[in-house]
């Protein structure tokens, strides 16, 4: 079975540029969580989503988004980026919403210049 | 919201001896904690958890013990081996219809050949 797949897996933005990332969950899998990794801050939650709704949100400013589409498949958004949201961003996915077990990607690195 | 402490936050052992790494969490009503192994370039792998009702678990050489009292936890690595150097993180989760994990900081494990 295919793993958590993310594209693309590089991106270089500049300052004010907005960003578009996708991820495809585990086939068979409903629920979709992001989470962003620095050296500064570790690992931590934007969001999750599932069927097409977001069921939680962590602390990061309204710039960060998200949807989920009917096939499970999600995006996340980041508008007028900022030096600090250069980072490893990271999907994982569960078989459902509240799912203990989740699966992560290989991550999008983003690099805001 | 959830703390997670991780400790050391770099462990460096000869091949054959064993690793450990404790994790403190500081939300009592937190009932799964899983640990990823991360390795350069790749997204977090799952190599084991454990739920709250249950003290022990272990799969091969990988072992993982919970003291719900004191709130932490502790990944015990036997007769390392070269591939077991990476980043491994711990995590802790409140069940419910929305799942967010909070991640330690963190330790890289260098294995010594």
């Known amino acids: 079975k295919a793993g958590v797949t993310q594209t693309p897996r590089y991106l270089i933005k500049t300052r004010g540029q907005q960003v578009t990332l996708s991820c495809s969950p585990i086939?068979?899998?409903?629920?979709v969580s992001w989470y962003q990794q620095t050296p500064g801050q570790g690992l931590q939650f934007l969001f999750e989503?599932?069927?097409?709704?977001?069921?939680n949100k962590g602390n990061f400013p309204g710039r960060f988004s998200g949807r989920q589409f009917s096939n499970s498949r999600s995006e996340m958004n980041v508008s007028t980026l900022e030096l600090g949201d250069s980072a490893l961003y990271l999907c994982?996915?569960?078989?459902?919403?509240?799912?203990?077990?989740?699966?992560f990607g290989p991550g999008t690195r983003l690099l805001v210049l | 919201g959830e703390n997670v402490e991780q400790h050391p936050s770099t462990l460096s052992v000869q091949e054959g001896d064993s690793a450990v790494i404790k994790c403190t969490y500081s939300d009592s009503a937190s009932n799964y904690f899983p640990w990823y192994k991360q390795e350069l370039g790749k997204g977090p792998q799952l190599i084991i958890d454990i739920r709250s009702n249950v003290g022990e678990k272990k799969d091969q050489r990988i072992a993982v013990t919970l003291n719900k009292t004191a709130k932490h936890f502790s990944l015990h690595i036997t007769e390392t081996q070269p591939e077991d150097s990476a980043v491994y993180f711990c995590?802790?989760?409140?069940?419910?219809?929305?799942?967010?994990?909070?991640f330690g900081s963190g330790t890289q494990l260098t294995v010594l050949p």
């Open positions: 994982a996915s569960s078989l459902r919403a509240g799912d203990e077990t989740q699966y």
């Open positions: 086939s068979g899998h409903r629920s």
């Open positions: 989503y599932f069927s097409e709704t977001q069921r």
């Open positions: 995590a802790a989760s409140e069940s419910g219809s929305a799942r967010q994990l909070t």
